[in-house]
C-alpha cells in the first residue's frame, strides 16, 4: 500500500513537470514541481523498494523517478558550460541570507521609492538598478529581496526601484521612471557610495522589458524623435533640462518579452497569466489600435544603435513569456555585433529565480555576478 501511495506521489508530480497547466493554481503547482523535481525522484525509488513482488509498481515507479530527476539532469550541463557549481544544501535549505546593511524606502522621485541594497566595504561600488515584474500592472519592489542581497554581498550595490503601474499609468510611464530613477541615483551617488560610471539595469518579467529599452534608448535621443523618447515628463525635472542619462555598462534580463506585436500574437494556449490583456493595458490596445507603442516598447526596435552588452537568461519550460522571445533578441544582437550571452535554464518556469536555493536561482545568481563582474 506505501509503495503504491509513494508512486502515486511521485507520478502526480510527472504529470505536473509535463503537461501544460490549463489554470493558475496548477502553473503554481507545476511551479513547485519543477522546483521540487528531486524530491518525486526520491519518492519514485522508495516506491521501487518498497514494491517487492509488484512488478507493474515497481517499473512505473522507476520510470517516474527517472523522468522527474529530467530538470536536474539537464541542468548539469549548464552548470558546467557556465563554470557554476551546484550546492545540494543550498537546495535543501533555501541557502543562507547574506547579510548587508539595507535602507528601504528612499525617495528618489515624488512617489516612487526605492530599496538600498549597500555593497559591503569602501565605496564607490558599482551598482545595479533592479526593476521588477508583474505584468506591468502589479509588483513591487522587494520581489526579490534574497537576490538583491546576494548581489549586494558579491560588491554591487543594488538600488530596487519601484515605478508607475498600468493601467492608470501606460507606456510608457515606467520606461520614463527607470531612466528618471536611474538619473537621480547618479546624482546621489556620494551619498549612496556608488560609483556612477558603472551602471546596470536588471528587470525581470514585465521589468526585462523596461530595463532593456531603457538601456537601449540612454545616453541619446531614439530615432523617430521626441515621439519616441521614453525622456518625457516627469524626467525633465529629474535629470536636466536636456532630458539625457548617461548611458549603462550593462543590461539583463530574466524571462522578459523582447518583441510584443508578435507576442501578442502568439500567446500560451491557455493563457495562464493573460499576457494579451497585460499588453493591452500596458499599451493601449491591440497592436492593430496601437502599432507605435508596440514598435517603441519592444526591444529589438533600439538595437540599431550602440546598446550595452546584454545578459538574458530564460528558462525551457515557460508557459507565461515563450523561450522565443529571448533567442530572437540574442540572435538579433549578434547579427547587429552587439555583445549578448543567452543562458537557457532546462525545464526552468517563469521566476525561476525566485525559489531560494533552486537549480534556476543557483545558476542565474552565479552567471549574473560573473557577467557583472565583466562588465562592471
Known amino acids: 500500500m506505501l509503495a503504491r501511495l509513494l508512486l502515486a506521489l511521485s507520478l502526480a508530480q510527472v504529470v505536473l513537470l509535463y503537461v501544460p497547466p490549463p489554470i493558475w493554481p496548477m502553473w503554481l503547482a507545476r511551479f513547485a514541481a519543477i522546483e521540487g523535481c528531486l524530491l518525486a525522484s526520491v519518492l519514485g525509488v522508495l516506491a521501487v523498494l518498497l514494491g517487492g513482488g509488484q512488478p507493474i509498481v515497481?517499473?512505473?515507479?522507476?520510470?517516474?523517478?527517472?523522468?522527474?530527476?529530467?530538470?536536474?539532469?539537464?541542468?548539469?550541463?549548464?552548470?558546467?558550460?557556465?563554470?557554476?557549481?551546484?550546492?545540494?544544501?543550498?537546495?535543501?535549505?533555501?541557502?543562507?541570507?547574506?547579510?548587508?546593511?539595507?535602507?528601504?524606502?528612499?525617495?528618489?522621485?515624488?512617489?516612487?521609492?526605492?530599496?538600498?541594497?549597500?555593497?559591503?566595504?569602501?565605496?564607490?561600488?558599482?551598482?545595479?538598478?533592479?526593476?521588477?515584474?508583474?505584468?506591468?500592472?502589479?509588483?513591487?519592489?522587494?520581489?526579490?529581496?534574497?537576490?538583491?542581497?546576494?548581489?549586494?554581498?558579491?560588491?554591487?550595490?543594488?538600488?530596487?526601484?519601484?515605478?508607475?503601474?498600468?493601467?492608470?499609468f501606460p507606456f510608457p510611464a515606467g520606461i520614463e521612471d527607470v531612466t528618471c530613477l536611474l538619473g537621480r541615483v547618479r546624482e546621489r551617488s556620494a551619498e549612496l557610495g556608488i560609483d556612477p560610471a558603472r551602471a546596470a539595469l536588471l528587470g525581470r518579467s514585465a521589468g526585462a522589458e523596461i530595463a532593456l529599452v531603457a538601456a537601449y534608448t540612454l545616453g541619446a535621443p531614439p530615432a523617430g524623435g521626441a515621439a519616441g523618447s521614453p525622456l518625457t515628463g516627469p524626467c525633465k525635472a529629474a535629470v536636466g533640462a536636456e532630458g539625457s542619462v548617461d548611458a549603462v555598462q550593462a543590461v539583463i534580463s530574466l524571462y522578459g518579452p523582447t518583441d510584443l506585436a508578435w507576442a501578442y500574437d502568439n500567446p500560451f494556449v491557455p493563457d495562464v497569466v493573460q499576457g494579451t490583456s497585460a499588453l493591452e493595458d500596458y499599451l493601449g490596445g491591440s497592436p492593430a489600435q496601437s502599432p507605435e507603442n508596440y514598435r517603441l516598447a519592444t526591444p529589438m526596435t533600439w538595437i540599431d544603435r550602440e546598446v550595452p552588452p546584454t545578459l538574458l537568461l530564460h528558462g525551457t519550460a515557460e508557459r507565461c513569456v515563450r523561450v522565443s522571445n529571448a533567442e530572437k533578441l540574442h540572435t538579433a544582437l549578434l547579427a547587429k555585433g552587439r555583445t549578448s550571452k543567452l543562458v537557457l535554464i532546462p525545464f526552468a518556469e517563469h521566476g525561476f529565480d525566485i525559489r531560494p536555493g533552486g537549480f534556476g536561482s543557483q545558476l542565474a545568481r552565479g552567471v549574473i555576478i560573473d557577467f557583472l563582474r565583466a562588465h562592471l
Open 58 to 168: 515497481q517499473g512505473l515507479a522507476a520510470m517516474g523517478a527517472l523522468a522527474a530527476m529530467a530538470p536536474a539532469l539537464l541542468a548539469i550541463p549548464v552548470f558546467r558550460s557556465e563554470n557554476q557549481s551546484f550546492s545540494m544544501q543550498d537546495w535543501l535549505t533555501g541557502g543562507s541570507t547574506p547579510d548587508v546593511v539595507v535602507d528601504r524606502d528612499i525617495e528618489l522621485l515624488p512617489g516612487l521609492k526605492a530599496d538600498v541594497y549597500r555593497a559591503p566595504g569602501p565605496g564607490p561600488h558599482p551598482f545595479v538598478m533592479v526593476v521588477h515584474g508583474g505584468s506591468w500592472r502589479s509588483g513591487d519592489k522587494g520581489d526579490a529581496a534574497r537576490e538583491s542581497r546576494a548581489f549586494a554581498a558579491a560588491g554591487f550595490t543594488v538600488v530596487d526601484v519601484a515605478y508607475r503601474l498600468a493601467p492608470k
